[in-house]
């Protein structure tokens, strides 16, 4: 049977092979994260078997949940929100990749913690914050020379990349600048050898800018909606931005 969501899935890979092409790069290059906040395990659960191997979530407490349920194995899971030092620990355990690391504190929380639980390999990116969004997640790029410098000497985490969340506009568009600038530091970090994996990842792109972010190196990009449908926000997290 066909569902909405093997629909969605095959839409957005076939998207993905499409702009790939277009910006003449191997879709091989292109890793998708399906993101399933807000999503019950069982609609992970189908996800999987239609084929996507990587699932994002972006609250640890709520991923926790649905790992367990789930299985570790049975997916590569990546941690894409912003993650509070108090849910550091937890987050060791249950991801593969963060994409959020966005402090020096973080980044020595997490590398004290993966020695103390014998995490040997955290693969984590740095999410950098070129729009100068006081109230938001990100480093400076001011700050990042700092992070990267003790990055590289970290035994457990690996530096593999770079994400961006540029600020939410309707024009797609408006996005573009925020990649390619994020680009450029990416190659300006490779060229001083500051990634573990060498020429390190660009996560950036999301369901309605996906396409441009590969048009613009994308090697992962981050698609919640355009898979799974909109999100049901619930009243708890309402209340809890209120606050
Ligand atoms: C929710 C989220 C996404 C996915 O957003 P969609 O618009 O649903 O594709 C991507 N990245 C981050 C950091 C997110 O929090």
Not at 106 to 130: T, Y
Request: proline fraction near 2%; charge should be negative.
């Amino acid at each position: 049977m066909q569902t909405a969501l093997t629909k969605n899935l095959a839409d957005v890979f076939e998207r993905i092979r499409q702009s790939a092409k277009r910006a003449g790069r191997k879709s091989s290059e292109i890793k998708l994260v399906a993101v399933s906040k807000t999503h019950p395990a069982e609609t992970l659960r189908e996800a999987i078997s239609a084929g996507a191997n990587i699932l994002g979530e972006n609250k640890v407490q709520e991923a926790e949940g649905k790992i367990t349920e789930i299985g570790r194995g049975a997916a590569e899971w990546h941690l894409i929100g912003h993650l509070q030092s108090n849910k550091a620990r937890k987050a060791v355990q249950l991801f593969e990749v963060i994409h959020s690391v966005d402090s020096l504190e973080l980044a020595e929380r997490l590398e004290r913690i993966c020695l103390e639980e014998g995490r040997e390999n955290l693969s984590v990116f740095v999410h950098v914050d070129l729009a100068g969004e006081a109230t938001k997640a990100g480093i400076a790029e001011n700050d990042l020379a700092s992070l990267v410098e003790f990055l590289k000497e970290c035994k457990c985490l690996k530096f593999d990349g770079l994400m961006i969340l540029p600020p939410y506009s309707d024009n797609t568009e408006d996005a573009r600048p925020y990649f390619i600038s994020l680009r450029e530091i990416r190659d300006n970090l490779a060229s001083q050898n500051a990634f573990s994996n060498g020429t390190g990842e660009l996560s950036m792109g999301m369901s309605h800018d996906f396409e441009i972010a590969i048009e613009e190196g994308a090697t992962i990009v981050r698609v919640g909606t355009a898979i799974f449908g909109e999100r049901v926000h619930r009243l708890t997290r309402i209340s809890a931005d209120k606050s």
